[in-house]
């Protein structure tokens, strides 16, 4: 059974940083591709960023530069580092393993607000 688990998620100050992790079992990352998807309420799921096999790497263009994806094969987790935070990052934020099936996250909540 494939279980993706978010965390990191919180309230930040514009311009502030957070790290969020996607602790995954039931799934090899060597076998996955992996991504970070968000969603506003009323509004579709949107891309965030992906990471392939190999490390190769995928970003909405919007978000270019600010987010940075990465993960630990070892430790079966992903990562997203998201910097200058602004309040239209406000979203739930979900990850996403796409293997032998698509797999979601329950999502963790990032709020950007002073």
């Known amino acids: 059974q494939v279980q993706l688990v978010e965390s990191g998620g919180g309230l930040v100050q514009p311009g502030g940083s957070l790290r969020l992790s996607c602790a995954a079992s039931?799934?090899?990352?060597?076998?996955?591709?992996m991504g970070w998807y968000r969603q506003v309420p009323g509004k579709q799921r949107e891309f965030v960023a992906s990471?392939?096999?190999?490390?190769?790497?995928l970003y909405a263009d919007s978000l270019r530069g600010r987010f940075t994806i990465s993960k630990d094969n070892a430790k079966n987790t992903m990562y997203l580092q998201m910097n200058t935070l602004k309040p239209e990052d406000t979203a739930v934020y979900y990850c996403?393993?796409?293997?032998?099936?698509?797999?979601w996250g329950q999502g963790t909540q990032v709020t950007v607000s002073s």
């Open positions: 990471i392939g096999f190999g490390g190769n790497t």
């Open positions: 996403r393993a796409n293997g032998r099936g698509v797999y």
């Open positions: 039931g799934i090899s990352f060597s076998d996955a591709l």
